[in-house]
């Protein structure tokens, strides 16, 4: 059972665009939503995460919109950058018990 | 600088095979994980520990053990590789005190099994 489903699997956008990625989970009991970036041959590495006490978080061009009631979070990427190219995880847990649940993933790619 | 290690980066077994993988983090952290990373599944949980000689069950499990002798090295064994068990494996590490879920990856482990 996938307890956060990330979409699209795959998204293209142009040099200085917005990316945007979606997940929707399941568990109410999730009160903490990291987004991991990764690049080939490496191991993710934490981008940004919000707690469900505030709907929106933004740290440089990047900024995670969280919907409590519709049990939805995406990331938003400003000014795509072709650096940016990178496979993008959401993730959801439940207490500071580090049992990540991730999504599938979604592979960015940024266009010069 | 602190860090996380893994240990083989690469790694071709035979079906049956018993095969460790091997992880050392330098950051002086508590909490380690065990992900495997499939395509179309992200990364899922395998093993956990937050402490020296603790060792906990993650959503897949089955075939896999770990050991936490130490606080820097938490090794993966497949006791019995399987083909289903190909994968790219990652470790983690995570501070105890608030920042359990903050956690810093090792480069990963690709393991394949024929």
């Known amino acids: 059972q996938q307890q956060v489903k990330q979409s699209p699997q795959s998204l293209i956008v142009q040099k200085g665009g917005i990316s945007i990625i979606n997940c929707a989970y399941e568990n109410t009991a999730f009160d903490y939503f990291p987004w991991y970036q990764q690049f080939p041959g490496k191991g993710p590495a934490l981008l940004i995460a919000i707690r469900p006490d505030v709907s929106e978080k933004k740290e440089g061009r990047f900024t995670i919109s969280f919907n409590k009631s519709a049990k939805q979070f995406s990331l938003h990427i400003m000014d795509s950058q072709p650096g940016d190219s990178a496979t993008y995880f959401c993730a959801a847990s439940s207490g500071n018990t580090g049992k990540l649940i991730f999504g599938q993933g979604t592979t960015l790619q940024v266009k010069p | 600088d602190a860090e996380i290690t893994q240990s083989p980066r690469h790694k071709i077994t035979e079906t049956g095979r018993q095969v460790t993988l091997a992880c050392h983090q330098t950051w002086n952290h508590n909490n380690m994980f065990w992900y495997r990373q499939d395509l179309g599944h992200g990364l899922r949980l395998i093993h956990y520990?937050?402490?020296?000689?603790?060792?906990n069950k993650g959503e897949v499990s089955d075939g896999y053990s770990v050991s936490r002798s130490n606080t820097e090295d938490l090794p993966l064994t497949l006791e019995s590789a399987a083909s289903s068990q190909t994968s790219v494996y990652f470790c983690a590490s995570s501070e105890s005190s608030g920042r359990a879920n903050e956690q810093f990856f090792g480069p990963g482990t690709r393991l394949t099994v024929l």
């Open positions: 520990s937050y402490g020296v000689h603790d060792t």
